[in-house]
């Protein structure tokens, strides 16, 4: 039998668009039910943001007030380590210059001094994603930026471009430091770097961020940045707000009532 | 040749230390271990099956913990679902260990056998040791 040339180059045709369509159909058939979900009752949200109102801190907290700093520290087995150099801290307190150093003519001499919870900003544009080596340290599409102790190695680049100092090394075993170890939730190891995680696993359990739980007088508010009828969209409309170091563009979720 | 003698026993000395293990465990081989799964949890359970078939975890365990360690840590995803439909917790602490409370006796005794260890437990946090 003889084949033309025209019906040699469809018969060709039809055998390269097979071939083309072989990978195709090979991921279609495997790609079987997925095996791995979100759980039904997690937090979920477009861009995760903390309000915290400092004055209803001070006024009813009378300076003295560390619920949401044990509630974390608890939660997460963060070490008690009285060597200053050494310490490891996920939210703690910072007098009003040093969290605000160029903020200072904004608000005048009021804030002066003033003790400020401070945390990790979960920047939306975070210079520590940036540098990591290993991607230990790496942003999640809600906004969290989270940290892979499996990856890290501890070069400490994130804390060299975090300017908030929001992180931690470990320079020892933190375990003998941990005063009544949490099982629900792993301690560190010597050589890690270590940061606030936005309670992600409480909000994957549908509860909200020890912090904003544990405080009594509702300082802290934990919300959906993206969605105009959250409460801290709310508060963000009604009142005057500032974040940490807005000169440097990180562009922080995290925001303070001052006015 | 000099001092033959002295250097036939000096080799076959050399020899002998250098096979010395070899033939000092000639016909005692180490009895393989045989994890141990006697825990309230898993007595409890009717059927007593792990998130997957035993033959996969018993191969697998270490591929599948990196999965799940991926899953929950990088995408945010907890919920594993077996190839029986089932759903798990996928959590060390919450899921595998409270079923093998006896990590000294099923972990341990494997692991310890074959010579890995396995740096989990550096962070996460071993349950009081249950079990029997």
Redesign the interface.
Known sequence: MEISRRTFLKLSGLGLLGLLGAPVIDVLAKTD???????PG?LTAKRWALVVDMRKCWENGKGTCRDCILACHREH?VPDIPEEKEQVRWIWTEPYENAFPEQGHQIGAALSGKPFLVLCNHCSDPPCVRVCPTRAT?K?E?GIV?M???RCIGCRYCMAACPYGARSFNFTDPRPFINS?????????RGVVEKCNFC?ERL?AGSPPACAAACRYGALVFGDLEDPGSAVREILRTRYTIRRKPELGTRPNIYYVVG | MYDSGKILAGLAIFAMLITFPVWYHLGKATPPPEPDLDTPAIAQLAQKECVEPTDYMRASHMELLKQW?D?V?????????GQDGK?Y??SL??TCLKCHSNKARFCDQCHNYVRVQP?CW????V?EEGGR
């Open positions: 039910r997925a095996r791995v979900a979100r759980a997690a087995n790496f999640r809600d989270m892979d102790y499996h170890v949490n099982p629900a939730y792993p301690t560190r190891e992600e994957a | 360690r899953w840590v990088r995408d945010g995803k907890r919920i594993y679902v759903q917790v996928m602490e919450d740096n550096n962070c996460h946090v349950p």
